[in-house]
Structures are given as structure tokens and as C-alpha cells.
């Protein structure tokens, strides 16, 4: 069994406050901005969480059309084209809370609740 961590990414409001629509791309989704949209929260800011195996993730933000670093990324790689992408180290068994390591075997939350529905590679996971 493979196993997995479910993994936060948040995009505030005030960065993109008219923001119609807002997506995580990256490397792990062929850069496809209908793959992974974020949530609008009720406070207003952007979220999704996604489930992936330990590993470095690279992505950006998608915001109507428009690709943007994460501002809250852990580091940044050019990209070539004048800009950079983010990137995030996914790591299991990191005692830092959900989306930014509690490990996930199967699919199981170990009973606490994720803060919004996750996906699983773009297939949505109720938990």
C-alpha cells in the first residue's frame, strides 16, 4: 500500500480578489488547470487539499487563466519564462498537522477531520 499525505494548498483573497476561478497545475496533473480547482472558502480565500505520495511537488497557481507561485511555498525554481514555480516537500510523519504531513495510509484520516474535501489525483474523496 502506498501511502499517502494529504496535502494543503490555500490561495488568499486579497492576492486575487476578484478571482473568478483559481487551480492548482503542476508536474503531477500535466498542467492542466481543470484538474485540481480550488475551493472558494466562506472567509473568501481559495482551497483544495490533494493526497500525494512523499516527494517534491512542483506547481503554481492557475487564477483565471494566469499562472502564479504559491506565496506560501517552501521554494522556488525558474521556470524559463520569467518566472518561477513553486515547490513543496511532501513528507510523511511530519508533526505538523494536516496538509503539511500527517500521513495517510489508505485513504484513512485517522479519525481527524481534513479541513475540506480532498482528491485524490482529481478524483474527489468524502472520507
Do not use: Q
Not at 45 to 56: E, H, L, M, Q, S
Not at 100 to 116: H, I, Q
Amino acid at each position: 500500500m502506498c501511502t499517502l499525505v494529504p496535502t494543503a494548498f490555500e490561495f488568499p483573497r486579497g492576492l486575487a480578489p476578484t478571482a473568478r476561478r483559481v487551480a492548482i497545475v503542476g508536474s503531477f496533473n500535466g498542467w492542466d488547470a481543470g484538474a485540481h480547482p480550488l475551493t472558494k472558502t466562506p472567509d473568501g480565500d481559495w482551497a483544495i487539499t490533494v493526497y500525494f505520495p512523499a516527494g517534491r511537488i512542483v506547481y503554481g497557481f492557475d487564477i483565471d487563466g494566469v499562472f502564479r507561485p504559491d506565496p506560501f511555498d517552501e521554494d522556488r525554481m525558474p521556470n524559463g519564462r520569467g518566472s518561477e514555480y513553486s515547490i513543496r516537500h511532501v513528507r510523511p510523519n511530519v508533526e505538523s498537522g494536516v496538509g503539511r504531513g500527517e500521513v495517510v495510509d489508505g485513504f484513512a484520516d485517522r479519525g481527524r477531520s481534513l479541513p475540506r474535501a480532498p482528491l485524490f489525483h482529481g478524483i474527489p474523496y468524502a472520507g
